[in-house]
């Protein structure tokens, strides 16, 4: 009883008093204004030789489909697993964390290339979080803090290596995924999800083209001018109103000698690398390892095409080499 007691506590801590939340985004309808087609077709339009990676059954590769994660009442949270058909040993599991402005998209996105990875020796996991359609802040960090722990508390069962668990995304995945990477075990962001003795630390972030922060400077997150953004749509509140939410929930508020070695691969908007080097900073004040790889030239859901698909696999692949196993 004292659990669900603490969350509900934690949960008006991040409302702000006299000022009404905006709640209009939760509409408890799939949004699908972002999928891989429709940013194909979207960034085609600049860049017309790109080539949609899609996915397709590679028989070396296991797909595991639509497990329960975690319950939230009826609410069944699901998530995919990817890993070699001949797995002998421990692997590093990848838990891969999807994009679309904490609104849209879903669990798919990144099959191709959690396959590919699988291919490679990697065992990777695909959840769904809840997105705000569904509900607002803070509810999809704690959905990925319950995946980590669901990881961790079936690595037995997967085969996966504890020390070497490492956390990725995309886009708005990227922020969850970062904030995932820095925020390790604290009570603010566990929420009451499944495998509650479980610590939801992880060993490894890769951030692709995933914003650390909110408040900075050069982040564009946040501008209401011409419509609501995607980032007030999911806090209910806008950066105007209330600051302090916005401050706590950037992943670069929370770097420090705790955060895990981490690998940024980004595109060529500028925009999307705000607070980049302010993260790396704190990172190298402590001895952490970092490594950037920026594709030039690129758009932002680069990811999902080539010529910059293979690509993004092998900096992956050579990032997670170079892995020492952590507490």
Known sequence: MLRPVICL?????????????FTDSIT???DSSYSNYRAYLSTKKTHPNIQLVEFSKDPSVRQQ???????????KLLIDVFSAVKQHKSTIPIIMIHGGGWRSGNRAQHFALLQ???????????PEYRLSTEALFPAAVY????AIRWVRANAKKYNVDTGKITIMGFSAGGELAALMAT???????????????FSSKVNALIDIDGTLSFVHPESAEGNDEKRLSASTMWFGYSKKQHLPLLTIASPLTHANEHTPPTLFINSAVDR?????????????????????????????SFCLFEPWFEPTVAVIHGFLNKLVPGG
């Open 9 to 21: 506590l934690i949960i008006l801590l991040f409302s702000k008093q006299g000022t009404a939340q």
């Open 28 to 30: 408890n309808k799939i």
């Open 65 to 75: 489909k639509n497990i329960v994660y975690s319950r939230i009442g009826k609410r």
């Open 116 to 126: 590919r990875l699988a291919g490679l020796g990697y065992t990777c996991f695909a």
């Open 143 to 146: 959905d990925v803090k319950a």
């Open 183 to 197: 925020t390790g075990n604290m009570p603010l962001f566990e929420g009451c999800g499944g495998n509650a003795k």
């Open 272 to 300: 999307m690398h705000a607070g980049r080097s302010d993260f790396i900073s704190i990172l190298n004040s402590h001895g952490i390892y970092t490594e950037v790889k920026t594709f030039e030239g690129s758009p932002h």
